[in-house]
T-cell receptor
Framework: GAVVSQHPSRVICKSGTSVKIECRSL??????MFWYRQFPKQSLMLMAT?????????EQGVEKDKFLINHASLTLSTLTVTSAHPEDSSFYIC??????????FGQGTRLTVV | DAKTTQPPSMDCAEGRAANLPCNHS???????VYWYRQIHSQGPQYIIH???NNETNEMASLIITEDRKSSTLILPHATLRDTAVYYC??????????????FGGGTRLMVKP
């Protein structure tokens, strides 16, 4: 079946540095990918919609200059957390829509900023 | 997308059927019912979806009421590995890649030995 691969699965970085998270659709092309964020014991919150070849669409309250999204190909979207701070520590999850309209999710990335 | 209501938590004995309810009384005619689950520290996993007919696959069965205002996900023989948060989501289906999923609180299913 359609697989979405996310890397890395966990990362620890120092405050003030930037971290890049990759999301790949392994066996299908995805013109649209979505990035979610999840805090402990809470549900997933949509951060942004990533469109191949164009600018991402951010949800209200999400800083586009802090969470840079690039969707340069039909199989890869990246989320870069710039100048990370401890409050950015969270579980980040990407998803992509398969050709038959199902949304498949990556394994998630646990980001810890120290 | 229509809003859904699910019980926050449920317990189920291992080997028994787990029946997870979902209310979606404002669902519109072109909206499907999707079920996903999220095991701790993993991304959500697709389980099943349907429009108005009951559906079954290797993971579960989905029973949708005739008026489509509620549905039940059935795990016929729950195992400890089925312990997870189960999300019921309604959205317009089909091949539109622009339709993201809006997650509610879900039901935390605990399967006990």
């Amino acid at each position: 079946g359609a697989v979405v691969s996310q890397h890395p699965s966990r990362v620890i970085c120092k405050s003030g540095t930037s971290v890049k998270i990759e999301c790949r659709s392994l066996d299908f092309q995805a013109t649209t990918m979505f990035w979610y964020r999840q805090f402990p014991k809470q549900s997933l919150m949509l951060m942004a919609t990533s469109n191949e070849g164009s600018k991402a669409t951010y949800e209200q309250g999400v800083e586009k200059d802090k969470f840079l999204i690039n969707h340069a190909s039909l199989t890869l979207s990246t989320l870069t957390v710039t100048s990370a701070h401890p409050e950015d520590s969270s579980f980040y999850i990407c998803s992509a829509s398969t050709p038959d309209g199902l949304l498949r999710f990556g394994q998630g990335t646990r980001l810890t900023v120290v | 997308d229509a809003k859904t209501t699910q019980p926050p938590s449920m317990d189920c004995a291992e080997g028994r059927a787990a029946n997870l309810p979902c209310n979606h009384s404002t669902i519109s005619g072109n909206e499907y019912v999707y079920w996903y689950r999220q095991i701790h520290s993993q991304g959500p996993q697709y389980i099943i979806h349907g429009l108005k007919n009951n559906e079954t696959n290797e993971m579960a069965s989905l029973i949708i009421t005739e008026d489509r205002k509620s549905s039940t996900l059935i795990l016929p023989h729950a195992t400890l590995r089925d312990t997870a948060v189960y999300y019921c989501i309604v959205r317009v289906g089909g091949g539109n890649a622009g339709n993201m999923l809006t997650f509610g609180g879900g039901t935390r299913l605990m399967v006990k030995p």
